[in-house]
């Protein structure tokens, strides 16, 4: 009897202290993103006392106030937002899943499908938004908008899901007479959904935005447009007080996406990945030398063809496009004429031609050293989120709050704090690039496979080792897909913050175009940055293909 009493104690205790172990740990979760929200609170009251920014920056009690006046306001305009967004939402991340399913055999249609997607991505929304106004009524320019912003996103991480797969397994099915939709569905797609629901968590805060940018650029109701009317009317706590809701809607999109996959698809938590499927695939278009010359000339012209074919078919097709389109030939006799002569933003003349690209090039500027800055600290930070939990813990609802608020409300008052030069847009475009590339790199770091893991703990690795050798070359093939999708959308955000703060670069020069209605302007400026961000998407694509083979 007293031999089985401590016996008896010890099996009541330890589920008792497995407990208090799973509490603790719950506790931690909550205590650090709770002490970053103080932390931000306590700066954003610090802000709100200084000098010039109390003009713009109202303090937390202050907007805490407005928003339970505008309890009431909140409602009928979030469900308009999210609305179109959802729609949005469907509809971009439907079609990118599905033209990834059906392109996945046919690797050279999917590198077309995957040159289109960046063409849309890259469509600047200064330039169609007007254009979507024009054609579409009601809600609908929000509802593209916010398809526009998702799918090449999700196109991305579903090909890099469905390429990332054990070549081993695949071998296996195809020896056993399984056909390339067997691989598909028994190996392929299963291995795919942690990718493909990184993808969908980055394309929800962007969804949000895009329906808001149309509402902000003339729609009738939603949260951009109280926005726009908050504005009007410098009623500051009202307009910060909108953008608090709008990251909270954001960061509710973002989180509760994973808890439903892992809830309905447990087996997903634990995922073991390669890069072989994908190297394989990429082998057996040929080696480089002549003829990969001979596919970067092909891969060219056919991506300039595409273009010119696509904004002749844009021009004849949108209803209502007529009133503001021009086509190709109309754009290029205006540029070719020599005497065409445009006041540029220091007030001297200038030929249209040399205009726009001296415009171009300053916003290339622009993009370039905001997506450096953007990747850098993306990779920094999530190596340190992956070696320290508590990191992912404190910065990840920073980072969803930056992402979340609308460029067009942030991007004044950078220009306020930061001045309107290449610091405040560098800040902007940074924010841009840091979310995709984050999401993405730590979600391929999370899944390296804990043998390996343990296999460099055994033989004595350090961290800086483990990082070096291991995360970094398995993660590669994530990062170079981020950064195919961040290029376009920092270029997107540097013609955005040309337009509000700069007053230069292609953002700034076409903005005052289409209000001169010169749309001769506006479509050649678009043709320059659908060419230049395609050109930098066979750039990062050229080094995939160079990081997979030294892989093999």
Request: glycine share 10%; with cysteine.
């Amino acid at each position: 009897m007293n031999g089985a009493a401590p016996g008896r104690q010890r099996s009541e205790v330890a589920p008792g202290r497995r407990r208090s172990v799973v509490a603790s740990g719950r506790l931690r979760r909550v205590v650090a993103p709770g002490l970053t929200v103080l932390a931000l609170v306590l700066v954003w009251q610090a802000a709100s006392s200084f000098g010039n920014l109390a003009a713009v920056v109202p303090s937390p009690l202050d907007v805490l106030r407005q928003m339970g006046d505008d309890a009431h306001y909140y409602p009928q305009n979030a469900a308009a937002t999210m609305s179109s967004a959802a729609q949005g939402y469907l509809w971009g991340n439907g079609i990118a899943i599905v033209l990834a399913l059906c392109t996945l055999p046919f690797p050279r249609v999917q590198a077309l499908l995957e040159r289109v997607a960046v063409g849309a991505i890259a469509l600047p929304l200064i330039a169609i938004a007007p254009l979507l106004a024009i054609a579409f009524p009601g809600d609908t320019p929000s509802v593209i908008l916010a398809a526009q912003a998702v799918v090449f996103t999700t196109l991305v991480a579903t090909i890099l899901g469905l390429n990332s797969v054990d070549k081993t397994s695949v071998e296996v099915i195809r020896a056993c007479g399984g056909s390339e939709w067997t691989v598909i569905r028994k190996v392929r797609l299963p291995a795919a959904i942690p990718s493909c629901v990184a993808g969908l968590q980055v394309a929800a805060p962007s969804a949000i935005l895009g329906a808001i940018i149309g509402e902000y650029m003339g729609g009738a109701r939603g949260l951009g447009v109280a926005m726009v009317q908050a504005q009007g009317a410098f009623d500051v706590p009202r307009a910060w007080g909108l953008a608090i809701v709008t990251s909270l809607l954001a960061a509710v999109a973002f989180l509760v996406l994973p808890a439903a996959t892992r809830l309905a698809l447990p087996w997903t938590r634990s995922v073991d990945t390669v890069l072989g499927a994908r190297a394989e695939r990429r082998r057996s278009r040929g080696g480089g030398g002549l003829a990969g010359l001979r596919r970067a000339v092909v891969a060219l012209v056919s991506t300039v063809v595409g273009v010119v074919l696509c904004w002749w078919l844009l021009v004849l097709v949108v209803p209502g496009g007529s009133a503001v389109a021009r086509g190709p030939l109309e754009v290029l006799s205006y540029f070719a004429d020599g005497d065409t002569q445009l006041v540029t933003s220091d007030g001297e003349a200038q030929g249209a031609l040399s205009y726009l690209v001296s415009s171009l090039g300053r916003t290339l500027v622009d993009a370039g050293v905001g997506f450096a800055a953007g990747l850098v600290l993306a990779v920094l930070t999530a190596v340190l989120a992956h070696e320290f939990p508590v990191v992912e813990r404190i910065l990840m609802p920073i980072s969803i709050a930056l992402r979340s608020v609308p460029i067009v409300a942030a991007m004044p008052l950078l220009a306020l704090v930061f001045g309107r030069g290449v610091v405040a847009v560098t800040i902007l475009i940074a924010v841009m690039t840091f979310f995709p590339v984050l999401v993405n790199l730590l979600l391929a770091m999370k899944a390296v496979p804990r043998s390996a893991t343990d296999l460099f703990s055994a033989i004595g690795a350090g961290r800086r080792q483990r990082v070096v050798k291991l995360l970094m070359p398995y993660s590669s093939q994530a990062l170079l897909a981020s950064v195919k999708v961040a290029l376009p959308l920092s270029v997107g955000a540097a013609m955005v913050a040309e337009w509000l703060a700069t007053g230069h670069g292609l953002g700034a020069s076409m903005t005052v175009a289409a209000t001169l209605s010169d749309y001769n302007f506006v479509w050649g400026g678009v043709a320059a940055v659908l060419l230049t961000s395609l050109a930098a998407y066979h750039i990062a694509n050229a080094l995939e293909d160079s990081a997979l083979r030294r892989l093999e």
